[in-house]
């Protein structure tokens, strides 16, 4: 299986028993919507719902942290996903959060994940068949490890010696908007570049040709080839940034989990505001 299939793939694949669909849609609080009615009200069938929120470490004040191995294993055993399944990913959010899906389960130790090519927003506009309601039981273990490609922000402080790519849009990352979370200062940390995960995907959601992403990390002053660290807000939309050298052929990136929901919080960091 590839790591970004097409719905074409997916409906050919659709019922097959190692095969297990997961629906990641995530949305900023500001939008009101919610990803787990959206899911119940209407998913591809047999899906089941990763949700980041929840599935997440509670006592980090940064938001969906992610979870201790042990925690992420008992979830996805009861979620009925296991780590020998080819697992696809999706989301119907226009922060593109099927890629934070993707990150989790690689990074807690399932080989075979991809996400859905242009996502629910395609499975939808091509008309085909969606159900509503829990999906039924599936009996799998999750036998859960931890991978070291998450940085944290004393290591940052510390220096990690790479680059450091920010998947926020332009006016967050320099500072001319303010950021949606309160106590949050505006900015980008000193060195960062700025690649905005939404230039990575057509307007349909579906990725852009592989020229074309790594022309945008190279005008930012990234080599997508070459290991390097990404943040965002709150360490989602960083992932689509690390997938996209994923599909360069790059596994040798960093995600800074905490992003700049951390780093901004904190009086104690260093902030440039204005372009990089």
């Known amino acids: ?16 028993e190692d095969l297990v669909v997961v629906d990641c849609s995530w949305f900023m609080p500001s939008m009101s919507r919610s990803g787990r009615d959206e899911y119940l009200a209407s998913h591809i069938p047999g899906a089941r719902f990763l949700d980041i929120d929840e599935v997440a470490d ?3 004040p940064a938001p969906h ?11 996805m055993t009861k979620l009925g996903v ?14 593109r959060t099927a890629a934070r899906g993707w990150f989790m389960f690689r990074h807690f130790g399932a080989d075979q994940v991809a996400i859905l090519d242009g996502g629910f ?8 068949p969606t159900e509503s309601g829990e999906p039924s039981l599936r009996s799998v273990r999750f036998d859960a490890i931890e991978r070291n490609e998450v940085v944290t922000k004393e290591q940052l402080l510390a220096g990690t010696g790479l680059p450091w790519a920010d998947a926020r849009g332009k006016g967050r990352f320099e500072g001319s908007e303010p950021d949606p979370r309160q106590g949050v200062a505006p900015g980008h940390a000193p060195g960062a570049r700025n690649v905005p995960f939404g230039s990575l995907y057509r307007d349909d959601g579906r990725f852009k040709p592989l020229h074309e992403i790594r022309s945008m990390f190279d005008e930012a002053g990234i080599d997508p080839s070459q290991p ?4 965002c ?13 994923h599909l360069l052929g790059n596994d040798e990136t960093k995600l800074y989990d905490g992003s700049w929901s951390e780093w901004g919080a904190d009086p104690a960091t260093p902030k440039v505001v204005g372009p990089a």
């Open 82 to 95: 296991g780590t020998e399944d080819r697992i696809v990913v999706y989301d119907n959010s226009p922060t």
């Open 1 to 16: 299986m590839d790591s970004l299939v097409s719905t074409d793939w997916l409906a050919q694949h659709l019922g097959e």
């Open 233 to 245: 807000g709150s360490g989602v939309t960083a992932n689509s940034l690390i997938f996209a050298a």
């Open 121 to 128: 927003q395609r499975w939808l506009a091509e008309g085909r």
């Open 58 to 60: 509670k006592t980090n």
């Open 228 to 231: 390097f660290v990404a943040s």
């Open 65 to 75: 942290s992610l979870p201790s191995v042990a925690a992420f294993g008992e979830a």
